[in-house]
């Protein structure tokens, strides 16, 4: 007989997300989904077609273990382009099945039993399931609301650190806040990281998707930063091909080591046609998501706004929130029967109870469809 929970003990608290349970809610109710972190248009046609030139070209077999040469230098003159950073794209670049991936493997390559993470809450979901199943410790530091932004205290920051910690896990810009770390929280970040000898893992995949002509900074290209750095970012937020899950890392060799080890034995490979697409436009203007999207946040908090709610508006990513002042999971709950619209309570991405009043809206949905939502929640069924 099976046991009742065969779960091992440190994947107890990772059953069913509330993703699962909300997806499930919006067929049922026939709710437009706002949970959803995928955009409703494809990418670009050229990309998808130098991925059907790839199939029917014969690149259909187990790609090289580090990635097709092509993507790993055009990796390689990406980040030199856009940030100044050199990575050699033998040694220093590793191409991995999403940034998922790239995630898991870093955490399980890097901090084991033992060891402890540091890590911004509200934080993406993928992170705590990762570091408890390499076997380490996470400790929060809550990005508080300050207006129509987010912040960390420093000593906070400072505080989290122990002798134990191994690494600070950054995401920049930051799901689910839209929050784009300045240079000087940058900073602070970075001396942290140089007195306590602290590895930074950086994911970076909203790069490209930034607002108001903010751009991101990437905390490797800080002084003394690159060497101590893993930066993580993945084609799908980038070029809207999320279910193509390519991403990547960059890090010296040592860190780059770490993590491909343990990368052979997760996926060893994947997305054979699709690295060579991501090859030929990666090199290309970048900016053409992040003005429509910029577009689709605008209608989106300036509806919520419009319908008296207290909306902290995005400088980046997919997501905008919404500031209840009261319990979020149970107006979640309610929300789909009520007006016919699926969100996510925030408070899933909290270790502490910082973000009980808080709602995550995707934006990243045809403006009809966002019409639609705003149209649905300023009336009741
Ligand atoms: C979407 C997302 C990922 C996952 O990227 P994939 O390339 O789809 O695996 C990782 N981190 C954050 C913050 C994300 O929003």
Redesign the pocket.
Known sequence: MIDQSPLVARMQGFGTTIFAEMSALALETGSINLGQ?FPDTDGPPELLEAACAAIRGGQNQYPPGPGVPALRHAIAAHQRHHYGLDYDPDTEVLVT?????A?AAALMGLAGPGDEVVVFEPY?D?YAACIALGGAQRRCVTLERQGDGWAFDPAALRSAVTARTKAILL?TPH?PTGKVFTRAELTVIAEVAQEHDLIVIA?E??EHLTFDGLSHLPIASLPGMRERTVTIS????TFSV?GW???WICAPPALLTAARTVKQFLTYVSGAPFQPAVAAVLGGDLRAPAIALQAQRDQLCGGLAALGLDVITPQA?YFATVDLGSDAVAFCRELPRRHGVVAIPSSVFYDSAAGDSYVRFAFCKRPEVLADALDRLGAAR
């Open positions: 972190d099945a999403g940034a998922t991936e995630i993406y993928s995401n799901n994911d995949v909203y993945s084609a799908g937020k999320t899950k390519i991403g990513t």
